[in-house]
């Protein structure tokens, strides 16, 4: 069993960055890999990124890439998400996720994310 817990949301204008961390506790050596969804008010929840949780290979979605990075801690478990230049359409509750080889089968509580313009 693995517990996430996201961190780091927040309050930011159009333009700023922000830097969102997840930490993974329990079992985390059965962990295949880590990602970053999210979901604005009234829509889908949609891919962000993921990565790797052995190799570090790092996957974005298409329209994200430029702006968006993951990066994992093997040794502290966590995983983060750098987000640059952001824009009002990033406002969303940004979720950590694990993968153990089939699906996102775990996920953390979520953390709000809201850009102002």
């Known amino acids: 069993q693995v517990q996430l817990v996201e961190s780091g949301g927040g309050s930011v204008q159009a333009g700023g960055s922000l830097r969102l961390s997840c930490e993974a506790s329990?079992?985390?050596?059965?962990?295949?890999?880590m990602a970053w969804f999210r979901q604005a008010p009234g829509k889908e929840r949609e891919f962000v990124a993921s990565?790797?949780?052995?190799?570090?290979?790092?996957y974005y979605a298409d329209s994200l890439k430029d702006r968006f990075t993951i990066f994992r801690n093997n040794v502290k478990n966590t995983v983060t998400l750098q987000i640059n230049s952001l824009k009002p359409d990033d406002t969303a509750i940004y979720f950590c996720?694990?993968?153990?080889?089939?699906?996102?089968?775990?996920w953390g509580q979520g953390t709000q994310v809201t850009v102002s313009s």
């Open positions: 996720a694990a993968n153990f080889g089939s699906n996102w089968s775990t």
């Open positions: 329990g079992r985390t050596s059965t962990m295949f890999a």
């Open positions: 990565i790797r949780w052995s190799a570090g290979n790092a």
